[in-house]
Structure formats: C-alpha cells, structure tokens
C-alpha cells in the first residue's frame, strides 16, 4: 500500500515538473524574458537568426548568419500592437546588405558595437520612438558560397 502511493506522488511530482520545465522552454522560445534594472523594468527580446547574402562581382559570394538580442522597455513591449524584432530584423538586413558599415569580405576586425548602435538608432527611428535601449550581437557568422550545402566546390 506504501509502495502505490510513493508511487502516485512521484508519478505527480514528475508531472508537475515536466509541465514546469515546459512552460520555461515555450518562454525562452518566444524570447521575451524581463529582467530588472535600476530605472525600471525592461525585457529582453531575443530575434530569429536571419541570413542575409553576400553579393560581390555579380554572385553570391557567401552568407552571414545573424541573431540578435535587444532590450525594450517591458511596458511598452506588452502594449505594442507589433512585434518590434520584426523591424530589428529588417534593418538588420538592410544593413548588412548593403555592407556600408561591416566589410564581411575582408574578414578582419569589424566596428561591430556601431552596427549594433546603428541598428537600435535605426529601429528607433522606424517606430517615431525611443523603444530600443541596447542591441547585442548574440550570433554573428560568415558562411563561404563553398562551405552551404549544394554550393559549387573549387577543386
């Protein structure tokens, strides 16, 4: 009799555990997460990585991988009717795109903090308010033209 109840409140406390742990995947999946600072409440919001090619001589040369990480005030983020990481994103894109500010080609050290300044500066812009406080760079990839699967190899 012992055994059958242990045996139910394990059973339970896995449940309990397994639906907990869930709901903390499904959280970070979304990427809104708010964390506390001195001047109130902001939450971070973590982008979908985006590739964005690169076109040199009249071909794709490569692609750059990005995903970013931005801070907006939580308030403000829960009473928006858009989701602003769509603009992050498009700008990112246009961005490094363009290749103005980031010399991917040339692979050496980048001005990376004022892609990430531009960026927000940009976002900001777009949306007629100062939404965005801080853009992070959480992942930031060169990928060669021979190195994507399908891509012609040099021999």
């Avoid at 397994?18 to 997460?33: C, D, F, N, P, S």
């Avoid at 708010?34 to 090619?53: D, F, H």
């Amino acid at each position: 009799m012992m055994k059958l109840l242990f045996v139910g409140l394990w059973a339970c406390a896995v449940s309990l555990g397994a639906t907990y742990a869930v709901i903390e995947w499904k959280l970070r999946q979304m990427g809104a997460h708010v964390s506390e600072e001195s001047e109130g409440k902001l939450a971070e919001v973590k982008t979908k990585a985006i590739n964005v090619p690169i076109i040199a001589d009249g071909a794709v040369q490569g692609y750059i991988i990005a995903q970013f990480v931005f801070t907006i005030d939580s308030k403000l983020l829960s009473e928006m009717p858009i989701k602003p990481e769509v603009y992050l994103l498009d700008e990112a894109f246009k961005t490094i795109y363009a290749g103005e500010k980031v010399n991917f080609r040339q692979m050496k050290r980048q001005d990376l903090p004022g892609l990430a300044k531009q960026l927000g500066e940009n976002v900001n812009k777009r949306l007629g308010a100062a939404l965005v406080h801080d853009v992070l760079i959480d992942q930031l990839s060169y990928v060669p033209k021979e190195e994507v699967r399908g891509g012609t190899k040099k021999s």
